[in-house]
Protein backbone atom coordinates (compact mmCIF):
# COMPACT_ATOMS: atom_id res chain seq x y z
CA UNK A 1 0.00 0.00 0.00
CA UNK A 2 1.31 3.18 -0.98
CA UNK A 3 0.28 5.24 2.13
CA UNK A 4 2.09 2.83 4.46
CA UNK A 5 5.23 3.37 2.04
CA UNK A 6 8.29 3.90 4.30
CA UNK A 7 10.05 6.67 2.28
CA UNK A 8 10.78 10.36 2.66
CA UNK A 9 7.27 11.57 1.03
CA UNK A 10 4.25 10.52 -1.16
CA UNK A 11 3.87 12.32 -4.67
CA UNK A 12 0.51 12.24 -6.14
CA UNK A 13 -0.02 13.61 -9.46
CA UNK A 14 -3.06 15.45 -10.31
CA UNK A 15 -4.63 16.87 -13.00
CA UNK A 16 -5.84 20.68 -12.79
CA UNK A 17 -9.64 20.60 -12.40
CA UNK A 18 -9.55 17.33 -10.98
CA UNK A 19 -12.62 16.80 -8.77
CA UNK A 20 -12.88 13.12 -8.28
CA UNK A 21 -10.30 10.86 -7.72
CA UNK A 22 -9.15 6.97 -8.29
CA UNK A 23 -6.32 4.98 -7.48
CA UNK A 24 -4.44 5.70 -5.25
CA UNK A 25 -5.64 9.31 -4.61
CA UNK A 26 -8.73 7.87 -4.01
CA UNK A 27 -7.31 6.02 -1.27
CA UNK A 28 -5.33 8.48 0.24
CA UNK A 29 -7.62 10.99 0.47
CA UNK A 30 -10.37 8.76 2.38
CA UNK A 31 -7.34 7.77 4.58
CA UNK A 32 -7.30 11.49 5.29
CA UNK A 33 -10.68 12.62 5.88
CA UNK A 34 -11.09 14.30 2.41
CA UNK A 35 -7.96 16.63 2.72
CA UNK A 36 -6.76 16.34 -0.45
CA UNK A 37 -10.25 17.24 -1.83
CA UNK A 38 -10.40 19.79 0.35
CA UNK A 39 -7.31 21.65 -0.61
CA UNK A 40 -7.99 21.98 -3.71
CA UNK A 41 -11.90 23.07 -3.12
CA UNK A 42 -10.39 25.95 -1.00
CA UNK A 43 -7.88 26.80 -3.89
CA UNK A 44 -4.62 26.29 -2.47
CA UNK A 45 -3.47 23.49 -5.02
CA UNK A 46 -4.86 24.23 -8.71
CA UNK A 47 -2.97 21.37 -11.07
CA UNK A 48 -1.12 23.48 -13.30
CA UNK A 49 1.43 22.16 -14.81
CA UNK A 50 4.63 21.20 -12.81
CA UNK A 51 2.80 22.71 -9.37
CA UNK A 52 3.93 21.31 -6.31
CA UNK A 53 2.45 21.47 -2.75
CA UNK A 54 4.18 19.61 0.37
CA UNK A 55 1.71 18.69 2.80
CA UNK A 56 2.76 17.28 6.10
CA UNK A 57 0.59 14.70 8.04
CA UNK A 58 1.79 12.43 11.12
CA UNK A 59 -1.01 9.96 9.99
CA UNK A 60 0.96 8.73 6.94
CA UNK A 61 4.00 6.50 7.44
CA UNK A 62 6.24 8.98 5.14
CA UNK A 63 4.72 11.91 7.74
CA UNK A 64 4.26 13.88 4.28
CA UNK A 65 2.56 14.23 0.88
CA UNK A 66 3.37 16.31 -2.39
CA UNK A 67 0.50 17.41 -4.52
CA UNK A 68 2.00 17.84 -8.24
CA UNK A 69 0.17 19.33 -10.66
CA UNK A 70 -0.02 18.27 -14.37
CA UNK A 71 -1.96 20.60 -16.19
CA UNK A 72 -5.02 19.62 -17.96
CA UNK A 73 -5.77 15.93 -18.56
CA UNK A 74 -6.59 17.24 -22.48
CA UNK A 75 -3.79 18.25 -22.83
CA UNK A 76 -1.34 15.91 -20.63
CA UNK A 77 1.36 13.97 -23.06
CA UNK A 78 4.54 12.29 -22.97
CA UNK A 79 6.58 16.15 -22.52
CA UNK A 80 3.90 16.74 -20.04
CA UNK A 81 4.90 13.48 -17.64
CA UNK A 82 8.97 14.20 -18.64
CA UNK A 83 8.90 17.73 -17.23
CA UNK A 84 6.11 16.80 -14.40
CA UNK A 85 8.77 14.17 -13.53
CA UNK A 86 11.95 16.51 -13.66
CA UNK A 87 9.97 19.18 -11.77
CA UNK A 88 9.28 16.86 -8.90
CA UNK A 89 12.92 14.86 -8.87
CA UNK A 90 14.82 18.34 -8.53
CA UNK A 91 12.53 19.44 -5.77
CA UNK A 92 13.13 16.61 -3.63
CA UNK A 93 16.85 16.82 -3.90
CA UNK A 94 16.46 20.25 -3.31
CA UNK A 95 14.45 19.41 -0.06
CA UNK A 96 17.20 16.29 0.28
CA UNK A 97 14.62 13.77 0.87
CA UNK A 98 16.25 10.58 0.32
CA UNK A 99 13.03 8.16 -1.47
CA UNK A 100 10.03 8.72 -2.52
CA UNK A 101 6.60 6.74 -3.34
CA UNK A 102 4.51 7.58 -6.29
CA UNK A 103 2.29 6.42 -9.21
CA UNK A 104 2.73 6.24 -12.62
CA UNK A 105 1.93 9.74 -13.58
CA UNK A 106 -1.21 9.38 -16.13
CA UNK A 107 -2.11 6.02 -15.50
CA UNK A 108 -5.65 7.34 -15.91
CA UNK A 109 -5.35 8.05 -19.65
CA UNK A 110 -6.27 5.77 -22.81
CA UNK A 111 -2.90 5.73 -23.53
CA UNK A 112 0.09 3.51 -23.85
CA UNK A 113 1.22 3.03 -20.76
CA UNK A 114 4.83 1.65 -21.23
CA UNK A 115 5.49 5.10 -23.14
CA UNK A 116 4.14 7.33 -20.18
CA UNK A 117 6.48 5.25 -17.66
CA UNK A 118 9.49 5.88 -19.58
CA UNK A 119 8.66 9.21 -20.46
CA UNK A 120 8.78 9.43 -16.71
CA UNK A 121 11.87 7.90 -15.84
CA UNK A 122 13.26 9.87 -18.62
CA UNK A 123 12.55 13.05 -16.80
CA UNK A 124 13.31 11.90 -13.44
CA UNK A 125 16.78 10.42 -14.44
CA UNK A 126 17.96 13.29 -17.52
CA UNK A 127 16.73 16.14 -14.63
CA UNK A 128 18.91 14.40 -11.46
CA UNK A 129 21.88 14.09 -13.93
CA UNK A 130 24.99 16.47 -12.61
CA UNK A 131 28.10 17.02 -14.02
CA UNK A 132 30.39 17.79 -11.37
CA UNK A 133 33.84 16.29 -11.85
CA UNK A 134 35.79 19.41 -11.74
CA UNK A 135 33.96 20.91 -8.67
CA UNK A 136 36.79 20.74 -5.69
CA UNK A 137 34.14 21.74 -2.63
CA UNK A 138 32.21 18.17 -2.99
CA UNK A 139 30.66 19.28 0.30
CA UNK A 140 28.11 21.46 -1.88
CA UNK A 141 27.03 19.58 -4.89
CA UNK A 142 23.76 18.10 -4.46
CA UNK A 143 22.76 14.81 -2.79
CA UNK A 144 21.77 11.80 -4.79
CA UNK A 145 18.31 10.66 -3.77
CA UNK A 146 18.62 6.89 -3.17
CA UNK A 147 15.22 5.32 -4.20
CA UNK A 148 11.91 6.00 -6.12
CA UNK A 149 8.87 3.46 -5.68
CA UNK A 150 6.64 3.51 -8.38
CA UNK A 151 3.26 1.71 -7.30
CA UNK A 152 0.93 0.02 -9.75
CA UNK A 153 -2.57 -0.68 -9.07
CA UNK A 154 -2.51 -3.02 -11.74
CA UNK A 155 -0.73 -6.64 -11.30
CA UNK A 156 -1.31 -7.81 -14.61
CA UNK A 157 1.04 -4.67 -15.95
CA UNK A 158 3.58 -5.60 -13.35
CA UNK A 159 6.30 -7.27 -15.79
CA UNK A 160 5.41 -5.09 -18.34
CA UNK A 161 6.32 -2.17 -16.33
CA UNK A 162 9.78 -3.42 -14.93
CA UNK A 163 10.54 -4.19 -18.10
CA UNK A 164 9.95 -0.71 -19.39
CA UNK A 165 11.81 0.08 -16.41
CA UNK A 166 14.86 -1.57 -16.92
CA UNK A 167 14.85 -0.54 -20.23
CA UNK A 168 14.58 3.34 -19.66
CA UNK A 169 17.64 2.76 -17.64
CA UNK A 170 20.19 1.56 -19.92
CA UNK A 171 18.76 4.36 -22.73
CA UNK A 172 19.91 6.65 -19.62
CA UNK A 173 23.16 5.32 -19.17
CA UNK A 174 24.01 6.02 -22.51
CA UNK A 175 22.37 9.44 -22.23
CA UNK A 176 24.79 10.37 -19.50
CA UNK A 177 27.60 8.93 -21.46
CA UNK A 178 26.85 10.99 -24.04
CA UNK A 179 26.89 14.71 -21.90
CA UNK A 180 30.02 13.63 -19.91
CA UNK A 181 31.43 13.09 -23.32
CA UNK A 182 30.02 16.64 -24.86
CA UNK A 183 30.31 18.41 -21.07
CA UNK A 184 33.65 17.74 -20.50
CA UNK A 185 36.28 20.24 -21.90
CA UNK A 186 38.63 19.44 -24.86
CA UNK A 187 41.83 19.80 -22.74
CA UNK A 188 40.17 16.84 -20.86
CA UNK A 189 38.21 14.73 -23.96
CA UNK A 190 40.81 14.95 -26.94
CA UNK A 191 40.79 12.34 -29.68
CA UNK A 192 42.18 10.01 -27.74
CA UNK A 193 41.01 9.99 -24.37
CA UNK A 194 37.54 9.58 -26.32
CA UNK A 195 39.10 6.59 -28.07
CA UNK A 196 39.67 5.42 -24.83
CA UNK A 197 36.99 5.44 -23.66
CA UNK A 198 35.06 3.66 -26.89
CA UNK A 199 37.53 1.20 -26.63
CA UNK A 200 36.47 0.72 -22.89
CA UNK A 201 32.45 0.76 -23.31
CA UNK A 202 33.47 -1.56 -25.79
CA UNK A 203 35.07 -4.23 -23.57
CA UNK A 204 32.54 -3.75 -20.95
CA UNK A 205 29.88 -4.43 -23.05
CA UNK A 206 30.47 -6.72 -25.52
CA UNK A 207 30.87 -4.19 -28.49
CA UNK A 208 33.71 -4.92 -30.61
CA UNK A 209 35.88 -1.90 -31.40
CA UNK A 210 38.25 -0.64 -33.67
CA UNK A 211 40.85 2.61 -33.53
CA UNK A 212 42.14 3.96 -36.67
CA UNK A 213 45.31 5.85 -36.45
CA UNK A 214 46.55 8.67 -38.63
CA UNK A 215 48.98 5.97 -40.38
CA UNK A 216 45.81 3.87 -41.23
CA UNK A 217 44.15 7.23 -42.26
CA UNK A 218 46.53 7.62 -44.17
CA UNK A 219 46.52 4.07 -46.17
CA UNK A 220 42.82 4.67 -46.28
CA UNK A 221 43.07 8.24 -47.95
CA UNK A 222 41.05 10.02 -45.18
CA UNK A 223 42.09 12.94 -46.41
CA UNK A 224 38.93 15.46 -44.94
CA UNK A 225 40.15 14.01 -41.35
CA UNK A 226 43.74 14.07 -42.13
CA UNK A 227 43.90 17.50 -42.96
CA UNK A 228 41.67 19.29 -40.55
CA UNK A 229 43.44 17.56 -38.26
CA UNK A 230 47.24 18.73 -39.36
CA UNK A 231 47.33 21.98 -37.51
CA UNK A 232 46.66 20.36 -34.02
CA UNK A 233 49.00 18.42 -32.17
CA UNK A 234 46.55 15.83 -31.07
CA UNK A 235 46.38 13.08 -33.48
CA UNK A 236 43.35 12.51 -34.89
CA UNK A 237 41.35 9.24 -34.29
CA UNK A 238 38.80 7.09 -36.36
CA UNK A 239 36.68 5.08 -34.20
CA UNK A 240 34.70 1.64 -35.11
CA UNK A 241 32.16 0.58 -32.60
CA UNK A 242 29.99 -2.62 -33.95
CA UNK A 243 26.96 -3.71 -31.98
CA UNK A 244 26.49 -7.55 -33.69
CA UNK A 245 22.92 -8.39 -32.90
CA UNK A 246 21.30 -9.70 -35.52
CA UNK A 247 21.94 -11.49 -39.35
CA UNK A 248 20.76 -8.45 -41.87
CA UNK A 249 23.07 -5.92 -42.88
CA UNK A 250 23.64 -2.79 -40.27
CA UNK A 251 22.68 0.52 -39.94
CA UNK A 252 25.75 2.87 -39.69
CA UNK A 253 25.54 5.50 -37.53
CA UNK A 254 28.60 8.20 -37.36
CA UNK A 255 28.71 11.31 -35.23
CA UNK A 256 31.30 14.42 -35.18
CA UNK A 257 33.84 14.73 -33.13
CA UNK A 258 35.31 17.94 -33.31
CA UNK A 259 36.89 17.62 -29.40
CA UNK A 260 37.14 21.64 -30.10
CA UNK A 261 36.61 23.68 -33.26
CA UNK A 262 38.30 27.28 -33.17
CA UNK A 263 37.56 27.46 -36.58
CA UNK A 264 41.01 27.15 -37.58
CA UNK A 265 42.99 29.34 -39.92
CA UNK A 266 39.07 30.97 -40.32
CA UNK A 267 39.18 31.54 -36.84
CA UNK A 268 35.94 32.24 -35.44
CA UNK A 269 35.42 35.25 -33.19
CA UNK A 270 36.36 34.93 -29.19
CA UNK A 271 32.70 35.16 -27.64
CA UNK A 272 31.17 31.79 -26.66
CA UNK A 273 34.28 30.02 -28.52
CA UNK A 274 34.02 27.90 -25.35
CA UNK A 275 30.99 26.34 -26.23
CA UNK A 276 32.84 24.56 -29.03
CA UNK A 277 33.99 22.16 -26.89
CA UNK A 278 30.42 20.74 -27.44
CA UNK A 279 31.20 20.55 -31.33
CA UNK A 280 31.87 16.44 -30.34
CA UNK A 281 28.42 16.13 -29.24
CA UNK A 282 27.36 13.78 -31.90
CA UNK A 283 30.35 11.82 -31.67
CA UNK A 284 28.88 11.95 -27.79
CA UNK A 285 25.59 11.00 -28.84
CA UNK A 286 26.33 7.69 -31.20
CA UNK A 287 28.92 6.28 -28.40
CA UNK A 288 26.40 7.01 -25.88
CA UNK A 289 23.74 5.40 -28.19
CA UNK A 290 26.13 1.78 -28.68
CA UNK A 291 26.30 1.29 -25.27
CA UNK A 292 22.77 1.55 -24.36
CA UNK A 293 22.22 -0.35 -27.74
CA UNK A 294 24.41 -3.41 -26.50
CA UNK A 295 22.86 -2.92 -23.00
CA UNK A 296 19.08 -3.68 -24.45
CA UNK A 297 20.31 -6.63 -26.86
CA UNK A 298 19.06 -5.20 -30.04
CA UNK A 299 18.24 -7.78 -32.05
CA UNK A 300 19.97 -6.14 -35.22
CA UNK A 301 23.45 -5.41 -36.09
CA UNK A 302 24.35 -1.51 -36.19
CA UNK A 303 27.77 0.31 -36.22
CA UNK A 304 29.01 3.89 -34.90
CA UNK A 305 31.77 5.45 -36.49
CA UNK A 306 33.21 8.14 -35.48
CA UNK A 307 35.97 10.98 -36.85
CA UNK A 308 37.46 12.65 -33.95
CA UNK A 309 39.58 15.17 -34.09
CA UNK A 310 40.42 19.41 -32.94
CA UNK A 311 40.24 22.23 -35.79
CA UNK A 312 43.32 24.18 -34.82
CA UNK A 313 45.52 26.78 -36.34
CA UNK A 314 49.48 26.55 -36.53
CA UNK A 315 52.00 26.84 -38.86
CA UNK A 316 50.76 23.00 -40.19
CA UNK A 317 47.16 24.02 -40.45
CA UNK A 318 45.22 23.43 -43.70
CA UNK A 319 44.22 26.81 -45.58
CA UNK A 320 41.67 28.09 -47.18
CA UNK A 321 42.27 27.15 -50.99
CA UNK A 322 43.92 23.98 -49.87
CA UNK A 323 42.18 21.05 -52.40
CA UNK A 324 41.73 17.95 -50.54
CA UNK A 325 41.13 14.28 -51.21
CA UNK A 326 38.77 12.01 -49.13
CA UNK A 327 37.87 8.53 -49.03
CA UNK A 328 36.58 6.90 -52.12
CA UNK A 329 38.55 10.06 -54.29
CA UNK A 330 36.41 12.66 -54.29
CA UNK A 331 38.21 15.88 -54.12
CA UNK A 332 37.17 19.13 -52.23
CA UNK A 333 38.07 23.05 -52.00
CA UNK A 334 38.83 24.49 -48.67
CA UNK A 335 37.00 27.81 -48.66
CA UNK A 336 36.90 28.29 -45.03
CA UNK A 337 38.41 26.12 -42.33
CA UNK A 338 35.82 26.60 -40.19
CA UNK A 339 33.16 24.04 -42.16
CA UNK A 340 35.40 21.30 -41.02
CA UNK A 341 32.69 18.95 -39.53
CA UNK A 342 31.65 18.18 -42.94
CA UNK A 343 35.20 17.29 -44.40
CA UNK A 344 35.45 14.89 -41.79
CA UNK A 345 32.18 13.46 -42.29
CA UNK A 346 33.01 12.88 -45.46
CA UNK A 347 35.32 10.01 -45.37
CA UNK A 348 32.98 8.59 -42.27
CA UNK A 349 30.37 8.24 -44.93
CA UNK A 350 32.37 7.16 -47.70
CA UNK A 351 34.12 4.82 -45.35
CA UNK A 352 30.58 3.62 -43.86
CA UNK A 353 29.38 2.41 -47.68
CA UNK A 354 32.18 -0.37 -47.65
CA UNK A 355 29.57 -2.04 -44.77
CA UNK A 356 26.73 -2.33 -46.94
CA UNK A 357 24.86 -0.51 -44.86
CA UNK A 358 21.05 -1.21 -44.73
CA UNK A 359 20.73 2.94 -43.52
CA UNK A 360 23.28 5.59 -42.61
CA UNK A 361 22.24 8.08 -39.81
CA UNK A 362 24.65 11.01 -38.85
CA UNK A 363 24.82 12.98 -36.38
CA UNK A 364 26.35 16.45 -36.01
CA UNK A 365 26.70 19.97 -34.96
CA UNK A 366 27.19 21.23 -38.05
CA UNK A 367 25.86 24.85 -38.95
CA UNK A 368 25.37 27.80 -37.14
CA UNK A 369 22.88 28.35 -40.02
CA UNK A 370 20.85 25.24 -38.15
CA UNK A 371 20.31 27.20 -35.40
CA UNK A 372 19.46 30.20 -37.34
CA UNK A 373 16.39 27.97 -39.19
CA UNK A 374 14.99 26.32 -36.40
CA UNK A 375 16.23 27.87 -33.19
CA UNK A 376 16.87 25.58 -30.40
CA UNK A 377 13.44 23.57 -30.60
CA UNK A 378 14.26 21.36 -33.33
CA UNK A 379 17.37 19.51 -35.00
CA UNK A 380 17.66 19.44 -38.60
CA UNK A 381 16.97 16.43 -40.77
CA UNK A 382 18.11 16.13 -44.66
CA UNK A 383 17.91 12.65 -46.06
CA UNK A 384 17.71 11.06 -49.22
CA UNK A 385 15.16 8.87 -48.18
CA UNK A 386 11.32 9.02 -47.50
CA UNK A 387 10.62 6.94 -45.39
CA UNK A 388 13.80 7.26 -42.89
CA UNK A 389 12.83 10.49 -42.32
CA UNK A 390 9.14 9.83 -41.71
CA UNK A 391 10.54 7.24 -39.27
CA UNK A 392 13.31 9.58 -37.59
CA UNK A 393 10.42 12.56 -37.56
CA UNK A 394 7.98 9.87 -35.71
CA UNK A 395 10.78 8.65 -33.52
CA UNK A 396 11.67 12.20 -32.53
CA UNK A 397 7.66 13.12 -31.57
CA UNK A 398 7.95 10.25 -28.95
CA UNK A 399 10.95 11.26 -27.78
CA UNK A 400 10.72 14.85 -27.67
CA UNK A 401 13.76 15.18 -29.57
CA UNK A 402 11.42 17.57 -33.03
CA UNK A 403 13.38 16.96 -36.15
CA UNK A 404 12.29 19.07 -39.09
CA UNK A 405 12.99 18.38 -42.50
CA UNK A 406 14.69 20.93 -44.60
CA UNK A 407 14.84 20.23 -48.82
CA UNK A 408 17.90 19.40 -50.51
CA UNK A 409 16.90 20.53 -54.16
CA UNK A 410 19.36 20.69 -56.87
CA UNK A 411 20.08 24.80 -56.64
CA UNK A 412 21.66 23.87 -53.18
CA UNK A 413 23.77 21.36 -54.95
CA UNK A 414 24.66 24.17 -57.32
CA UNK A 415 26.11 26.31 -54.60
CA UNK A 416 28.78 24.39 -53.55
CA UNK A 417 30.12 23.83 -57.02
CA UNK A 418 34.02 24.34 -57.28
CA UNK A 419 36.11 25.87 -60.09
CA UNK A 420 38.93 23.91 -59.57
CA UNK A 421 37.80 20.74 -57.28
CA UNK A 422 34.82 17.97 -57.19
CA UNK A 423 33.02 19.89 -54.78
CA UNK A 424 33.81 23.12 -52.10
CA UNK A 425 33.12 22.94 -48.62
CA UNK A 426 31.12 26.19 -48.11
CA UNK A 427 27.84 27.53 -50.42
CA UNK A 428 28.92 30.97 -52.28
CA UNK A 429 26.48 33.21 -51.56
CA UNK A 430 22.79 32.21 -51.50
CA UNK A 431 21.96 31.43 -47.68
CA UNK A 432 20.81 28.08 -46.65
CA UNK A 433 23.74 27.44 -44.58
CA UNK A 434 22.81 24.27 -43.28
CA UNK A 435 20.98 22.80 -46.58
CA UNK A 436 24.66 22.98 -48.12
CA UNK A 437 26.30 21.95 -45.66
CA UNK A 438 24.12 18.39 -46.01
CA UNK A 439 24.53 19.11 -49.46
CA UNK A 440 28.06 18.53 -49.17
CA UNK A 441 27.52 15.87 -46.85
CA UNK A 442 25.05 13.81 -49.80
CA UNK A 443 27.98 13.61 -52.11
CA UNK A 444 29.59 10.51 -49.73
CA UNK A 445 26.80 8.70 -49.86
CA UNK A 446 24.72 6.97 -53.15
CA UNK A 447 21.39 7.15 -53.78
CA UNK A 448 20.68 3.49 -53.08
CA UNK A 449 21.62 3.14 -49.61
CA UNK A 450 18.82 5.20 -47.34
CA UNK A 451 20.79 8.30 -45.42
CA UNK A 452 19.99 10.62 -43.00
CA UNK A 453 21.90 13.11 -41.70
CA UNK A 454 20.76 15.55 -38.29
CA UNK A 455 21.95 18.80 -37.82
CA UNK A 456 22.05 19.08 -33.63
CA UNK A 457 23.81 22.28 -33.37
CA UNK A 458 20.89 24.15 -31.80
CA UNK A 459 19.64 21.15 -29.64
CA UNK A 460 22.98 19.90 -28.39
CA UNK A 461 23.53 21.99 -25.34
CA UNK A 462 21.78 24.13 -23.79
CA UNK A 463 23.75 27.51 -22.91
CA UNK A 464 20.98 29.74 -21.17
CA UNK A 465 17.91 28.93 -18.99
CA UNK A 466 16.46 25.51 -20.24
CA UNK A 467 13.29 27.05 -20.81
CA UNK A 468 10.61 24.65 -21.53
CA UNK A 469 12.85 21.31 -21.16
CA UNK A 470 12.43 20.99 -16.98
CA UNK A 471 14.97 18.13 -17.52
CA UNK A 472 17.58 19.42 -18.90
CA UNK A 473 20.54 22.25 -17.26
CA UNK A 474 22.92 24.29 -18.36
CA UNK A 475 25.44 21.89 -20.32
CA UNK A 476 24.72 18.63 -23.09
CA UNK A 477 21.46 17.65 -23.38
CA UNK A 478 22.49 14.03 -25.36
CA UNK A 479 20.07 14.78 -27.94
CA UNK A 480 19.79 11.69 -30.36
CA UNK A 481 20.16 8.88 -28.11
CA UNK A 482 16.70 8.85 -27.05
CA UNK A 483 16.37 9.57 -30.76
CA UNK A 484 18.09 6.55 -32.51
CA UNK A 485 17.22 4.08 -29.58
CA UNK A 486 13.41 4.37 -30.52
CA UNK A 487 13.80 4.43 -34.57
CA UNK A 488 16.24 1.07 -34.13
CA UNK A 489 13.78 -0.39 -31.34
CA UNK A 490 10.94 0.32 -33.91
CA UNK A 491 12.66 -1.47 -37.01
CA UNK A 492 13.16 -4.39 -34.72
CA UNK A 493 9.48 -4.60 -34.09
CA UNK A 494 8.44 -4.80 -37.91
CA UNK A 495 11.17 -7.43 -38.41
N1 LIG B 1 30.77 23.65 -35.23
C1 LIG B 1 30.36 24.68 -36.09
C2 LIG B 1 28.85 24.87 -36.15
C3 LIG B 1 28.22 25.46 -34.92
C4 LIG B 1 28.31 26.80 -34.64
C5 LIG B 1 27.49 24.64 -34.10
C6 LIG B 1 27.70 27.33 -33.52
C7 LIG B 1 26.85 25.17 -32.98
C8 LIG B 1 26.96 26.51 -32.69
C9 LIG B 1 30.82 24.39 -37.52
O1 LIG B 1 32.01 23.70 -37.65
C10 LIG B 1 30.98 25.72 -38.18
O2 LIG B 1 31.76 26.48 -37.73
N2 LIG B 1 30.23 25.96 -39.22
C11 LIG B 1 30.27 27.21 -39.90
C12 LIG B 1 30.14 26.96 -41.37
C13 LIG B 1 30.43 28.15 -42.22
C14 LIG B 1 31.87 28.50 -42.13
C15 LIG B 1 30.04 27.82 -43.64
C16 LIG B 1 29.11 28.08 -39.40
O3 LIG B 1 28.04 27.53 -39.13
O4 LIG B 1 29.29 29.27 -39.25
ZN1 LIG C 1 33.70 24.95 -37.61
ZN1 LIG D 1 32.49 22.45 -36.04
Same mark, same amino acid.
Given at each position: ???????????????????????????????????????????????????????????????????????????????? &?????????????????? +????????? !???????????????????????? *????????????????? *??????????????????????????????????????? *???? +???????????????? @??????????? !??????????????? !????????????????????????????????????????? !?? @????????????????? +????????????????? *??????????????????????????????????????????????????????? =????? &????????????????????? =?????? &???????? =???? #????????????? &??????????????????????????????????????????????????? @???????????????? #??????
Amino acid at each position: MIKESKVDVIVLPLFKNQNSFTGYVKEIDEFLNKKISTLIKNGDFKGDKNEILLYPDQSLTSKRLILLGLGLKKDCNLET &IRNASASIALYIRDKNFK +SYSTSIFGE !ELDSNLSDFVQAQLEGTKLSLYTF *NQFKSDKKSLPKPINSL *NIYVKDSKKHKEISSVIKETEYIAEGISLARDIANTPGN *NMTP +SIVANIAQNISSENSL @KCEIFDEKKMK !ELGMGGLLSVSQGSN !EPAKLIVIRHDGGNDDPIVIIGKGVTFDSGGISIKPSPKMD !EM @KFDKSGAATVIGAIKSI +SLLKLPINVIAIVPLTE *NLLSGSSYKPGDVITHYGGKTSEIMNTDAEGRLILADALSYSLTYKPKAIIDFAT =LTGAC &IVALGTHASGLFSNNKKLARD =LFNSGQ &ITGEPVWE =LPLW #QPYYDQIKSDVAD &IKNTGSGGGGGAITAAAFLANFVNKQTPWAHLDIAGTAWIQNNPGDKKYFS @KGSTGVGVRLIIRYLQ #QQCKLK
